[in-house]
């Protein structure tokens, strides 16, 4: 079984809705939570990362760690057809070198 | 503002080949990490150097080895190559200022046929 479980999708929502995604893991000692944007053929691009439980927001993007249930969430509001792309979790323990490990990706479409 | 830049883009080798994939990290950026991304998965760790020291191992068979440079650039060199390691190979780079933030570099496609 994967440390880092995923949902792979797709999910597809209308413009302007509302994208939920999240994540749940198995080893309590990860320390740090990230989320990528990957679009097809292209590097992972780094949206936001958090430490502690709690809320985090950046612009439309809001993150969510809930460390009790090792459950992770990534909220985007008023989505766009350009945000239609793979979104990655990914965490890390920072006493053991800062790998990530990553889920296995969400693919996201936002429809016009 | 730079980013990571990988070279080359895409490359074909045959079977029983080596290739040779470079990393050049952000501007004073001084920790590189190597991920391998099969069809269809998620980045996979292979390798992390910090100040030209190999700082973590993860998952990279004994045919492939890779270092960091005097500039911190990074290589990573392939060699025996098999049909199994047609894959997306990531580089990402870290600052002491902002460890946990990877930062991506587009990718090496390897096609190995």
């Known amino acids: 079984q994967k440390e880092v479980e995923q949902d792979p999708g797709p999910l597809s929502v209308p413009e302007g809705a509302i994208v939920s995604l999240n994540c749940t893991y198995s080893n309590s000692a990860f320390q740090y939570f990230m989320w990528y944007r990957q679009y097809s053929r292209k590097g992972p691009e780094l949206l936001m990362y958090?430490?502690?439980?709690g809320n985090k927001e950046d612009g439309r993007f809001t993150a969510q760690v809930d460390k009790s249930s090792k459950y992770i969430s990534l909220f985007i509001r008023d989505s766009q057809p350009s945000d239609s792309a793979t979104y990655l979790c990914a965490m890390l323990i920072a006493a053991a070198g800062n790998k990530l490990t990553f889920g296995g990706g969400t693919r996201v479409l936002v429809k016009p | 503002a730079a980013g990571v830049i990988q070279s080359p883009r895409h490359l074909i080798k045959e079977k029983r080949e080596t290739a040779t994939l470079k990393c050049y990290p952000i501007?004073?950026?001084?920790?590189v990490y190597w991920y391998q991304q099969g069809p269809g998965q998620d980045p996979q760790f292979l390798i992390s150097f910090y100040e030209k020291m190999q700082s973590d191992k993860g998952s990279i068979p004994d045919r492939f080895s890779a270092q960091q440079f005097s500039d911190y650039h990074s290589e990573l060199n392939m060699s025996s190559l098999e049909l199994g390691d047609s894959a997306l190979y990531f580089c990402a780079s870290t600052s002491d200022r902002s460890p946990y933030e990877q930062y991506f570099g587009p990718g090496t496609r390897l096609t190995v046929t």
């Open positions: 501007p004073r950026h001084d920790t």
């Open positions: 958090t430490y502690s439980s």
